[in-house]
């Protein structure tokens, strides 16, 4: 039972999984403030996600391209000299990160410099596809994560109910053989009643006779014959 239902929930899970990879917000360019100024960032918006998450998987993405995310007024979090294949040159990178909760879902927008000069639209075109990249790698991250975190709180409930059933079962097992029990003590009763009924009337023809010969020896005495 437990491996089926395992399977199910995983299946539904990989399907929601899959669709929200494909319902995901286009990742594109948006004007917002930061800590120095209004500059254009990259955003993506995930759905299911929140920003705890959100901050964890940004964390860890930048832990890989070998960077340590520190705070950062506005934004969330600043990663100093951080370098990503395909964007910039030979000199660091700065990457700002910003989350912002939207009902169920989480918007980041990222913004990336390299000697001052942010990645916008109108930087080479193999910057700005990298940096697309970064973007829809995180946020397809994200997803994976959201929707494993969805699973493990279900696989919890899922445990807590299996135990439940496996206790209910117990418990009528257990009264199916009070029954069985109580049947078979039925059953030895009512043998000994029959054997009880059949022991009385042997006693009561004793008794009979006993009393027959109690009259007699009576009848005897009184005509005083010894």
């Given at each position: 039972?437990?491996?089926?239902?395992?399977?199910?929930?995983?299946?539904?899970?990989?399907?929601?999984?899959?669709?929200?990879?494909?319902?995901?917000?286009?990742?594109?360019?948006?004007?917002?403030?930061?800590?120095?100024?209004?500059?254009?960032?990259?955003?993506?918006?995930?759905?299911?996600?929140?920003?705890?998450?959100?901050?964890?998987?940004?964390?860890?993405?930048?832990?890989?391209?070998?960077?340590?995310?520190?705070?950062?007024?506005?934004?969330?979090?600043?990663?100093?000299?951080?370098?990503?294949?395909?964007?910039?040159?030979?000199?660091?990178?700065?990457?700002?990160?910003?989350?912002?909760?939207?009902?169920?879902?989480?918007?980041?927008?990222?913004?990336?410099?390299?000697?001052?000069?942010?990645?916008?639209?109108?930087s080479a075109k193999r910057d700005v596809e990298r940096f697309q990249a970064l973007m829809n790698e995180y946020g397809q991250i994200l997803c994976v994560e959201s929707i494993q975190q969805d699973l493990d709180v279900e696989q919890k409930s899922m445990d807590k109910v299996e135990k439940e059933l496996t206790q209910l079962e117990k418990a009528h097992q257990g009264y199916l053989d009070d029954i069985e029990r109580a049947k078979k003590a039925i059953e030895t009763a009512e043998k000994r009643i029959k054997e009880n009924e059949r022991d009385q009337e042997k006693t009561r023809l004793e008794l009979e006779k006993a009393t027959d010969a109690v009259k007699a020896v009576q009848a005897l005495l009184a005509e005083g014959k010894c």
């Open positions: 039972m437990r491996n089926l239902l395992t399977r199910s929930l995983a299946l539904v899970a990989f399907c929601f999984a899959t669709t929200l990879l494909f319902a995901q917000t286009k990742v594109e360019f948006e004007l917002k403030s930061m800590s120095l100024g209004p500059y254009e960032g990259m955003t993506t918006t995930v759905a299911g996600a929140d920003e705890k998450l959100a901050q964890s998987v940004w964390r860890d993405l930048m832990k890989q391209y070998g960077g340590k995310c520190k705070k950062s007024k506005i934004e969330k979090f600043k990663t100093e000299a951080i370098f990503i294949d395909g964007i910039g040159g030979a000199d660091g990178l700065d990457v700002y990160a910003m989350f912002e909760e939207q009902g169920e879902a989480v918007k980041t927008t990222v913004w990336i410099t390299e000697r001052g000069d942010f990645i916008s639209p109108a």
